[in-house]
């Protein structure tokens, strides 16, 4: 076993995930935000969920019709302005966020659900179990991911179903990690011990004891594999990969590139996508860790301040009578 | 555990990863090959011509023995013959691992300084405008597509400074007259700076993070508090017991992303058109060229590999808990 | 000496209110004398010590006076109070287990105020530190060690020789034995009678021992306060605490300790510490008390002396209130 192992574990049950690239980030997360930002967050995402869902009503055009001239910049009547086929720019991103919380989403559900029972198989049963999948977890943590993913694409998957399950294998194995941390914490936990002593069997125990205790910091890490998949997907579909027949931010931004949008300096096809991207991960991010917060708190007050304790003059009231 | 156990524990560990590295590797790309000739659609792709191309590439042997075949040639770093050019794939690889070698150094040194800088500040002044600051540029760089950074970039900042953004020279230079070493030089340089900004930015958000979450952590240990009983001053407090401590979690996470960052720096070679590996990796996927899309994943498998062995080692050496 | 004069400390609460931690703590210690202070948890007694060093958090605020040799030391806050930082008070913190930074040697950490104080550097340091080292009871060549090839009880014993380090006149322990084993314990107290005594005679140095277990005052100090709610609600000589409480929290306090060769009953003081970031009416004590009057729910008791150097907060000594029934 890796000597970061003790670091992963201590950091896994502490704070913070392991130490493959994407969940590097879990570890760097915690200590960073509080309620404030977790209800901002929310807020951002409920608005472009909103815009998912509601997209082909509040589209001021059909976003894959030429309604304008190519590449005018914002005005009235478009107000991000038109992209290089003359298409409604604002009608585009509304579109694009469809696609792209939806493949986020679902491929995040795909690693959630592969990491999860890898994790806990793992935590629960130890043992040869336990050392098998963490070994294949090893494997897989090795493999670089955007050029794997980006070979899967362009094999098998012009199609959305095809990329959501590409990034969900391949992205799977931080939650593994950190759901086998989880599980192995709660098995020692008293209760469990009763429950097995009382004859409970292994599936109940699973699904009764430990997967309850588990599931808040699936649904953290759910949250923050979303963030790691919609950047996937941009990536995929940014080097013409992804499907064709779909819009989504990515594929704008993939438009915007080969549309030579600077030559053309259209910096309203380039930027409203990419700051969607950012936005949405900026919010997912600061839900997701401030749950994953929340349910590993972390005490530690830093004994270092820039500030100092004050001083307040000397009260005669003060003093007890 | 005694030191040199240690050591060789590890770096035995990371041979049996190579050689389970190289065998799916081997799997992987005579899976794909055999999936690519079967899905191959052209006109001339008739039944005869598949079979003769699985031939070529060696698909209709017994798979035990393409693979022992694979190894051998692996061992004597054959890396077979590129598809389309027919040349050794060996070749094809040397100029882009020189181009992007430096680009993604300079990249990387400029977020592991900057990010250090930033989240020590930030770490320090905890709670102030600074700190906040701090943060959210670094958690903003770190939320965006790096592509989408680059055509950023290329937009607004290009033009501005008056910086190449595409390819690795300017044409002319040294076309018509003699072009001084240093010309070349300085040239080379101007067309890496965006692309090693726009990655290192994208590194630096994360960079950052990591170290501002990992001082914050040493800050709230006990020995701070009486590193301050003692006496001691804010800045050396920080800097001998809280970076100083806090370096061994950063090395080992920086150590760990660098394996990854080639793969990273794809759409960035991209977005730049510019020649290194990650452009190569692109292209030889268009162009269906397996034999150097292995040597490629495996070269860049192989880094990770060496990576995770180097924090490991770095970890080991640093961390005198471990060592006694 | 140093003495503490009306100290009060507040902390700043998230929701806009304060924590009123420390109200009104004062104490003098001659040379070589040895306080032990007393008393629950949350009740104010590592606040105190760390604001007679100034280690408080950005969220506290202060007043009242730390006079060491008759200067304020607490008058201009962290300026005034951070040149006197271990060369003239020094902490030994609870947990000092964990005091020692794990990527340095013990050595390098105990000679470090030294050089900073510039009491003493290079090769006279690294002999002082043996010397500190072997006072203890570690062998000298340990100094090159890490702490985490230190025992629990060794890492204590070295935490405690890196507080004198640079010979302060005031020792503060905070809780020095807890999480050690009873053995350990039992070293390391009568350690610090030991330095505290021969150190008290030869360089006048006084210490202030936080903890919550009253057979250790008993052992190690000769002068006890027993803090309750923020303030010091009987003080005296250590016999006198023991033998006749004037306060009902002390009487209970060793009541509920359990006696290890007496017969008696364990008795627990039923009921919490009230909160202390809200005004208390009256005493503070009164609704755990068994003995309270009717005065007690209204008049906050004054600091009053029974015997000299024998005071406490309680109406029930006041000749007047206690005539007058209940």
């Keep these: 076993m890796s000597l970061i192992e003790p670091l992963q574990n201590a950091s896994e049950d502490a704070l913070a995930e392991g130490v493959q690239a994407s969940s590097r980030r879990g570890f760097v997360r915690a200590n960073l935000l509080g309620n404030k930002q977790a209800i901002f967050g929310l807020a951002v995402l409920a608005v472009f969920l909103f815009l998912a869902v509601f997209g082909p009503w509040i589209e001021p055009y059909d976003p894959l019709a030429k309604t304008g001239p190519v590449y005018a910049p914002p005005s009235s009547a478009h107000w991000l302005g038109t992209d290089d086929f003359g298409a409604d720019m604002l009608s585009l991103v509304i579109a694009g966020s469809r696609v792209s919380l939806g493949v986020g989403f679902f491929a995040a559900v795909v690693a959630m659900v592969i990491g999860g029972s890898v994790g806990v198989l793992s935590g629960f049963f130890g043992g040869k179990t336990d050392t098998f999948l963490m070994r294949i977890t090893d494997y897989v943590l090795v493999i670089p991911d955007i050029p794997l993913m980006i070979i899967a694409a362009a094999l098998f998957g012009r199609s959305l179903t095809n990329i959501i399950i590409i990034i969900g294998i391949i992205y799977w194995t931080s939650t593994a990690r950190l759901i086998r941390a989880q599980v192995i914490a709660v098995r020692e936990r ?34 923050l594999m979303v963030a790691v998949a919609i950047f996937a997907e941009t990536y995929i579909t940014f080097l013409g990969l992804g499907d064709p027949s779909t819009i989504s931010w990515g594929r704008l931004i993939e438009n915007a590139f080969n549309g030579e949008a600077t030559i053309n300096n259209a910096w309203w096809a380039i930027a409203p996508p ?29 004994h270092l301040s820039v500030r100092r304790f004050r001083l307040r003059p000397l009260n005669g009231k003060l003093n007890s009578g | 555990m005694r030191g040199s156990d240690y050591i060789v524990r590890r770096v035995l560990y990371a041979l049996v990863t190579v050689f389970v590295a190289v065998s799916l590797n081997f799997v992987l790309f005579r899976a794909l090959s055999g999936d690519a000739v079967t899905a191959l659609r052209c006109k001339q792709c008739s039944k005869a011509f598949k079979e003769a191309q699985r031939r070529d590439l060696g698909l209709d042997e017994p798979l035990w023995v393409q693979y022992k075949l694979y190894l051998g040639n692996l061992a004597r770093f054959d890396l077979g013959n590129s598809v389309p050019s027919e040349k050794p794939v060996r070749g094809e690889l040397i100029e882009p691992i020189k181009n992007s070698l430096p680009m993604v150094a300079l990249g990387t040194l400029f977020a592991i300084v900057v990010g250090i800088a930033v989240g020590v500040i930030a770490a320090w002044r905890r709670g102030t405008a600074v700190d906040k600051g701090g943060l959210y540029t670094a958690l903003a760089f770190y939320s965006m597509p790096t592509q989408w950074l680059g055509l950023m970039l290329v937009f607004f900042v290009a033009g501005a400074v008056g910086l190449p953004t595409s390819g690795i020279k300017t044409a002319t230079l040294g076309l018509f007259t003699d072009a001084s070493t240093w010309e070349l030089f300085v040239d080379r340089l101007r067309h890496m700076i965006l692309p090693a900004l726009t990655l290192g930015l994208v590194l630096y958000g994360d960079y950052a993070l990591i170290v501002r979450s990992a001082m914050l952590e040493t800050l709230g240990e006990d020995y701070v508090l009486t590193a301050r009983a003692k006496g001691l001053k804010n800045r050396t407090v920080v800097v001998k017991h809280g970076l100083r401590n806090a370096m061994l979690p950063i090395i080992t996470l920086v150590a760990l992303s660098l394996g990854f960052i080639i793969g990273g720096a794809i759409t960035v070679e991209y977005v730049f058109s510019y020649p290194g590996l990650g452009l190569l990796t692109v292209e030889s996927i268009d162009k269906r060229d397996f034999p150097l899309l292995q040597a490629i994943f495996l070269l860049l498998t192989l880094s990770v590999i060496f990576f995770n062995l180097l924090a490991d080692l770095l970890y080991f050496r640093f961390d005198p808990r471990v060592r006694t | 000496m140093i003495a503490v004069e009306d100290l009060h400390v507040w902390f700043d609460l998230p929701d806009g209110k304060e924590l009123h931690a420390v109200q009104g703590v004062s104490f003098q210690l001659q040379e070589g004398s040895r306080l032990g202070l007393v008393g629950e948890s949350g009740c104010g007694k590592t606040t105190t010590i760390l604001a007679m060093m100034g280690l408080l958090p950005p969220t506290a605020s202060v007043s009242g006076k730390v006079l060491l040799d008759g200067v304020d030391i607490l008058e201009r806050g962290e300026e005034s109070v951070s040149p006197h930082r271990w060369n003239d008070i020094a902490m030994v913190f609870q947990g000092a287990m964990n005091a020692f930074n794990p990527v340095r ?18 090769r006279e340091a690294d002999a002082r530190v043996r010397e500190l080292l072997e006072l203890v009871g570690i062998p000298g060549d340990r100094a090159s060690r890490y702490p985490h090839e230190f025992s629990g009880g060794m890492r204590q014993r070295a935490a405690i020789a890196m507080a004198l380090a640079c010979a302060p006149k005031v020792l ?18 009568e350690l610090l009678v030991d330095l505290t005594g021969t150190l008290g005679k030869e360089l006048g140095m006084s210490m202030v021992l936080v903890t919550h277990d009253l057979p250790v005052v008993a052992q190690v100090c000769d002068l006890a306060a027993v803090m309750y709610a923020g303030e010091i609600v009987e003080m005296s000589g250590i016999s006198a605490v023991y033998h006749q409480p004037m306060h009902p929290y002390t009487r209970m306090l060793f009541a509920a300790t359990p006696d290890l060769f007496g017969d008696d009953e364990v008795l627990s003081i039923p009921g919490t510490p009230p909160r202390l970031d809200r005004e208390i009416t009256g005493c503070a004590f009164r609704p755990r008390c068994d003995s309270a009057l009717g005065v007690c729910e209204t008049v906050r008791p004054a600091r009053r002396l029974g015997s000299p150097g024998h005071e406490a907060r309680c109406h029930l000594n006041d000749p007047a209130i206690a005539q007058a029934g209940s």
Excluded: W
């Design chain 1, 190 to 223: 008293v209760y469990v011990k009763r429950a097995r002593a009382l004859g409970a069997g292994n599936s109940r125990i699973v699904f009764k004891h430990v997967l309850p205790q588990v599931a808040p910091l699936l649904i953290a890490n759910t949250v």
């Design chain 1, 274 to 302: 990419g700051i969607c991207v950012t936005i949405v991960i900026l919010a997912l991010t600061m839900v997701g860790q401030s749950v994953e917060d929340g349910l590993n708190p972390r005490l530690k007050v830093g």
């Design chain 3, 105 to 122: 040697t013990v050595g390098e950490q105990i000679a470090e105020p030294m050089k900073l104080h510039k009491s003493a550097s290079g």
């Design chain 3, 172 to 189: 503060l322990a905070d809780e020095p034995t807890t999480a050690l084993d009873v053995m350990v314990q039992a070293q390391i107290l």
